[in-house]
């Protein structure tokens, strides 16, 4: 991917934890950000020229073209350029033949990441998997191991998000050793090694959310089952950020 430099934001990224130790290189020979920068707007498409391309349109075979699909979309997103791929009628029928989704995106459940909206895809194209703070459990290993495993799809994108709720309330629940009800608790427990106790109030909150990315990203990789295809060149998991103020997804590891 290029390294054009990042949008203006409201609030900008503070230093990030290191989790290399614990990081595999597979994913990282893809290049430094998952997005491009700010350029030229794509040419809107209308509803007309969307229907036309639907049917032909192809589907990324690996890693590299995978994490391109999703840059350009991510890109007519953030510039008000969507395209809202996939969604005609020709498509509807093809899919009831089976799926073949190019990518596995596990986000938060927040309602302001949408991925098929982020990243400007449609029926078919993405595998989505969703809970809050992207906590890994046995249920959401199990779907993406479906996705990479039985679907043979070639990218794992964990994409966390700016005010994440989920990571905030874990700080705050670290700082404090307040309890949370139910089975709440569960998700402050997994975000907690994410948290460094050096920083302090809002950056504290923020580094948390990149270095839990890092962290689950690392978790996946380490799989037994993932970690050969990223040896073999056929999968790549990466960690991805997604700004509420400027509406870029940027790859952070």
Not at 23 to 48: F, N
Not at 64 to 93: C, F, I, K, M, Q
Not at 180 to 199: E, F, G, S, T
């Amino acid at each position: 991917m290029t390294g054009d430099a990042e949008p203006a934001s409201d609030e900008r990224t503070p230093g990030r934890r290191r989790l290399a130790r614990t990081v595999l290189t597979g994913a990282a020979a893809l290049g430094a950000g998952l997005v491009s920068g700010p350029g030229p707007a794509p040419t809107a498409t209308g509803s007309a020229g969307a229907a036309s391309s639907d049917a032909t349109r192809r589907r990324p075979a690996g890693p590299d073209t995978a994490l391109r699909e999703l840059a350009e979309g991510n890109r007519r997103w953030r510039t008000l350029h969507e395209r809202h791929p996939d969604e005609t009628s020709t498509v509807r029928r093809a899919l009831l033949g089976g799926q073949h989704p190019f990518a596995v995106v596990l986000g938060c459940v927040d309602s302001r990441v949408p991925p098929e909206l982020v990243f400007d895809q449609g029926l078919g194209d993405l595998l989505t998997v969703r809970s809050a703070g992207e906590v890994l459990d046995e249920a959401v290993l199990g779907s993406i191991a479906y996705g990479v495993l039985e679907l043979d799809i070639p990218l794992v994108v964990v994409l966390g998000h700016q005010s994440c709720g989920a990571v905030s309330a874990a700080v705050h629940a670290d700082l404090t050793g307040t309890e949370l009800p139910a089975h709440m608790q569960y998700l402050v427990d997994r975000i907690r090694p994410a948290i460094d106790p050096k920083l302090r109030g809002d950056a504290r909150v923020d580094a948390a959310i990149t270095a839990n990315v890092l962290l689950v990203r690392a978790l996946l990789a380490a799989e037994p089952e993932l970690a050969a295809r990223i040896a073999a060149g056929r999968l790549a998991v990466v960690g991805a950020r997604y700004e509420l103020g400027t509406q870029w997804v940027h790859r952070i590891g």
